[in-house]
């Protein structure tokens, strides 16, 4: 029994490895739609970048953490974070004839974060008797800024804690309420409640948080930041900047200063580090090349300016809008970094020291390394059909199956 139950635990590997391989090779390949490319891929065109390239398989699903080792402190892991989460292309409530509030994201609060999004920027005013999520300026919100009342967004989240019980999610509240326990009252109704992590167990100092695995095991699985200092003590709601330090939004300048309410980046008397790279109008089509090469570059420039910390939270508008790995790969980056020393989450391994990578499978292809001459890559300057390379993963897939079968065979007779 012992035996197998080994056995079973290098199938489990293995198999999971195999498939990064398999899904890797797809990034970057030429396509003319989603079913060309591979499970956490879609097939996009990012004109601002070259406008006469033809489309190409981008990542669109997230590394789950949950997959490697979640024994280490909350602080030591990076989650990506969508900037005005709920601000939905074609989200309307019909208030008024023109809706000018600006939007930032693509798709639903679920479909985020079953992407793989862990942290979300909500912001929440008083409006019509009820808390909306809206838009605005000033403080105030209008029907022609207001987006949605806040309920449905905070029952979705509840929803996939409920039906993901490894997963642990983070809110931004940028707060404009200020009706008595209107934060507390909405969650509650929502059947939030149960999974906050409590006030108590925040480090008060900069130190370390819990673990992960230990903040999964007792369901509090919920951290809720808010932007008004008087909450945390009339209801126990986090003020960020006690426990955040923030890099000022709207800048894609490559020197991450902090923004105004943040303590200085390099604090290190606050153990969370956010950083916002993202321009002050949104902007879709240019998205995908601020999501890409600058982006990845980024990454350093905020490590030093944090005092050597690596990022825990990455906020991105568009957040899918990529020519490569985008935010996606980030986040590999940072969690590599945070959790071995690697560049890459994938070459962690379990013992060894930090700093002793293990490349178990190809680095990511994106915008700062080139697409491999291979088979089942089109040569640079050449075209590649949608056939070629459907053959090529079709190949791919069948040599897959093939091997896993067979280890499913063994794994049987064993």
């Not at 790995?325 to 969690?335: K, Q, R, T």
Request: hydrophobic share 40%; glycine share 6%; proline share 6%.
């Amino acid at each position: 029994m012992k035996g197998n139950k080994i056995f079973l635990k290098f199938f489990s590997i293995w198999f999971y490895l195999l498939m990064q391989v398999h899904w890797w090779k797809q990034i970057s390949n030429v396509c003319k739609t989603d079913a060309d490319c591979g499970q956490g891929l879609n097939c996009f065109q990012c004109a601002a970048a070259n406008a006469t390239a033809p489309p190409i398989c981008t990542r669109s699903l997230a590394t789950p953490v949950s997959s490697f080792n979640t024994t280490l402190p909350f602080n030591q892991y990076a989650w990506i974070t969508t900037h005005n989460s709920y601000a939905i292309e074609g989200v309307d409530p019909g208030l008024s004839t023109f809706n000018l509030a600006p939007r930032n994201q693509e798709d639903s609060v679920t479909s985020q974060l079953n992407n793989g999004v862990r942290g979300l920027m909500l912001d929440m005013y008083d409006f019509m008797n009820d808390i909306w999520l809206c838009h605005s300026y000033q403080g105030e919100c209008y029907n022609f800024t207001a987006i949605s009342p806040v309920n449905g967004t905070l029952t979705a989240i509840a929803t996939f804690l409920a039906a993901n019980p490894t997963e642990v999610v983070s809110i931004f509240i940028e707060d404009y309420v200020h009706a008595t326990n209107g934060l507390t009252n909405a969650f509650t109704k929502a059947g939030l409640m149960k999974y906050m992590f409590p006030l108590a167990k925040m480090p008060p100092d900069g130190g370390n948080w819990p673990t992960l695995d230990s903040m999964i095991a007792s369901n509090e699985r919920l951290l809720v930041f808010s932007s008004i200092e008087s909450k945390q003590a009339t209801e126990g709601i986090a003020y960020q900047w006690n426990f955040v330090v923030e890099n000022q939004y709207g800048s894609l300048l490559q020197n991450c200063p902090n923004r105004g309410e943040s303590q200085p980046m390099n604090s290190l008397s606050r153990s969370l580090v956010l950083e916002n790279y993202f321009p002050s109008g949104p902007n879709e089509s240019f998205a995908c090349v601020d999501n890409s090469a600058d982006l990845l570059n980024v990454l350093g420039v905020c490590h030093t300016a944090a005092g050597n910390r690596w990022s825990n939270f990455v906020a991105v508008d568009f957040y899918m809008r990529c020519t490569g790995g985008g935010v996606f790969e980030a986040v590999d980056e940072l969690n590599g970094e945070l959790e071995c020393g690697c560049t890459d989450i994938h070459y962690c391994k379990a013992g060894n020291a930090r700093g002793v990578c293990v490349q178990s499978a190809p680095a990511p292809v994106g915008p700062r390394s080139p697409v491999p001459v291979t088979s089942a890559s089109p040569t640079p300057g050449a075209a590649s059909s949608p056939e070629s390379n459907a053959a090529a993963s079709l190949y791919s897939s069948t040599s897959f199956m093939s091997l896993t079968l067979c280890l499913a065979i063994l794994l049987i007779r064993h």
